[in-house]
């Protein structure tokens, strides 16, 4: 079974239209990881955000935001008013306080169309 | 402050050759790891080094391939002979600490690797 399942494989929205990015996680670790990475097509893989299994509150950077939700195990990402320059995969992953690697999703294809 | 710094950045060679991947982590950073990225089965760990020690090596798809890391400050990810289905990006990434904390991993820029 996946450890982290992003359903979504591939996404295509207008500018300056809100999208999110779902992401559902498969623990039984009760302290736990979770981090969501942007690849542009340059290919380099870029650190967006950390949260840990202790702390539910939702964040907001700018347009970006996340919702951390551990009842549903999920750890979605909207983008508001989306931007061509959000054009990239998005990959969500795990780390398990007692696992021995990261867990990557597969990645979601998110095209914004000008 | 530098990045993971890997090369080379692309890289063309001939079927049965050896293949030689470079990779210096961040400064500080005690756990490195190698990813392979392709298109079919998206992001693999091939392995997983901490303090320079090989921790988890279970993703290394075969003999050919054999990494080391010789000090806290260089990998190497060796491919020899190399066969066009090795042909991908590999990606080394470091992490202050171990897998199962809360630090995240920082990627280099990856090396596109092209078996003809």
């Known amino acids: 079974a996946q450890k982290v399942t992003q359903a979504q494989t591939e996404i295509s929205v207008v500018e300056k239209e809100d999208v999110t990015l779902d992401c559902v996680y498969e623990?039984?670790?009760?302290?736990?990881?979770l981090f969501w990475y942007k690849q542009p097509p340059s290919g380099e893989l870029v650190f967006l955000i950390r949260r840990n299994s202790f702390d539910e509150q939702n964040e907001i950077s700018g347009r970006y935001s996340w919702n951390f939700q551990k009842s549903t195990s999920s750890f979605n990402f909207t983008i508001t008013a989306s931007q061509v320059v959000d054009s990239a995969v998005y990959f969500c992953?795990?780390?398990?306080?007692?696992?021995?690697?990261?867990?990557f999703g597969t990645g979601t294809s998110l095209t914004v169309i000008p | 402050d530098a990045g993971v710094i890997q090369s080379p950045r692309h890289e063309v060679t001939e079927m049965g050759q050896e293949v030689t991947l470079r990779c210096k982590p961040i400064?500080?950073?005690?756990?490195l790891f190698w990813y392979r990225q392709t298109m079919m089965r998206g992001l693999e760990l091939l392995i997983y080094f901490n303090n320079n020690v090989p921790i988890d090596d279970s993703g290394m798809p075969e003999d050919r391939f054999s990494a080391k890391m010789p000090n806290a400050s260089f990998s190497t990810l060796k491919i020899q002979p190399s066969e066009p289905r090795d042909s991908a990006v590999y990606f080394c990434a470091s992490l202050a600490g171990f897998i199962g904390g809360n630090q995240p991993q920082h990627f280099g820029d990856g090396t596109r690797l092209s078996i003809l």
């Open positions: 992953a795990l780390s398990e306080a007692r696992g021995n690697q990261f867990y």
């Open positions: 623990t039984r670790d009760t302290t736990y990881y």
């Open positions: 400064s500080g950073h005690n756990s």
